[in-house]
């Protein structure tokens, strides 16, 4: 998007804006932008993170969180590649930071039924309570 140039803070935050507001008009699947509003919602700008919640309160509430695909991509936004996989370098994705796994979690808690992914819901749990960069309220959501 913006090629070699290099945009300032408040320059990235409009397009971040434009984004969200774009991806809130009702022509998108409720499924197809849980994810980009979970990580606007996530955004460290209040500005971003608040324009994205309203947006994130309507589609929770219109998706169907007994489908694997709709939890299928939280699980590997959280989780990141497993580093027992064989995946070339260039491939290979790093977990959530913290801010966005607390966001995450929040959303995958609600999954039911075969949304359940195993062994993706204990790596969760496990990487919540024992990794390094986890917190109080990321155990307490485990």
Avoid at 27 to 45: C, M, V, Y
Avoid at 58 to 76: F, G, H, I, M, R
Avoid at 82 to 110: E, F, H, M, S
Avoid at 113 to 132: K, R, T, Y
């Amino acid at each position: 998007i913006v090629d070699k140039h290099q945009l300032n803070p408040n320059q990235l935050e409009e397009i971040k804006l434009s984004i969200v507001t774009f991806i809130s008009k009702d022509i998108f699947n409720p499924s197809d932008i849980l994810l980009p509003l979970i990580i606007a919602a996530a955004d460290s700008r209040f500005s971003i993170a608040n324009h994205a919640n309203s947006p994130l309160i309507k589609v929770n509430s219109t998706v169907d969180w007994s489908q694997p695909s709709v939890v299928a991509p939280l699980y590997a936004l959280y989780l990141g590649t497993w580093a027992g996989l064989k995946v070339p370098a260039d491939d290979r994705k790093v977990p959530a930071c913290t801010r966005l796994r607390l966001k995450l979690i929040q959303y995958l808690n609600k999954a039911t039924g075969s949304a359940i992914l195993f062994p993706h819901c204990v790596q969760v749990v496990f990487s919540s309570l024992f990794d390094p960069n986890t917190n109080s309220r990321l155990r307490n959501s485990a």
